[in-house]
């Protein structure tokens, strides 16, 4: 078992599979599926140290498209709210029903989103609040194109200290 798990780990670092493992591993853990992608970015650089930029890119590319996934699972989350709410309270204004109904707390973290705008996008780094915030920028339908570019300087930045500091370690 062990020389199998070995020479998966080979076959994964091998640089013709090593960065779309990054990728997809960066993708991934962007999404409301819980994974990390330090690790393969690491391991990655490691192993190759000359793939040092380009696994860096490919990461927060994937890393940028999956919180964006989750940006889009944001406005399905408020369109489909907006349609249950028109159904079962029709006589309700549409405008009325833009935040959803919450205890003080979350009223209080959707209110300081909205304050923020696009900006908190760069918070989309975070572990778990990361998918909260993408998820939330695309309930309040904030610009699609703001929120990627602020949640790719936020990824970059994270992966860049990452990928530094892991050099660093290894050097």
């Known amino acids: 078992m062990d020389a199998f798990f070995a020479s998966l780990l080979h076959w994964f670092s091998l640089p013709e599979w090593g960065l779309p493992t990054v990728f997809v591993t960066a993708f991934v853990s962007a999404t409301w599926l819980p994974m990390g992608s330090e690790a393969a970015l690491m391991g990655l650089i490691a192993i190759s140290p000359h793939l040092f930029w380009p696994a860096l890119l490919l990461a927060t590319v994937g890393n940028t498209l999956g919180g964006m996934v989750s940006w889009l699972m944001g406005v399905g989350l408020q369109s489909a709210h907006r349609a249950y709410q028109n159904r ?23 209110a300081q989103l909205e304050k923020l705008g696009p900006k908190a996008c760069l918070l989309a780094w975070l572990p778990v609040v990361g998918d909260v915030v993408c998820t939330l920028a695309g309930w309040l339908r904030m610009p699609w194109l703001a929120c990627a570019v602020y949640m790719a300087i936020g990824k970059f930045a994270r992966y860049l200290a990452i990928a530094a500091s892991a050099q660093w370690l290894m050097s």
């Open 88 to 110: 079962a309270h029709p006589h309700r204004r549409a405008d009325a029903q833009a935040t959803p109904t919450a205890g003080r707390l979350a009223a209080w973290a959707l």
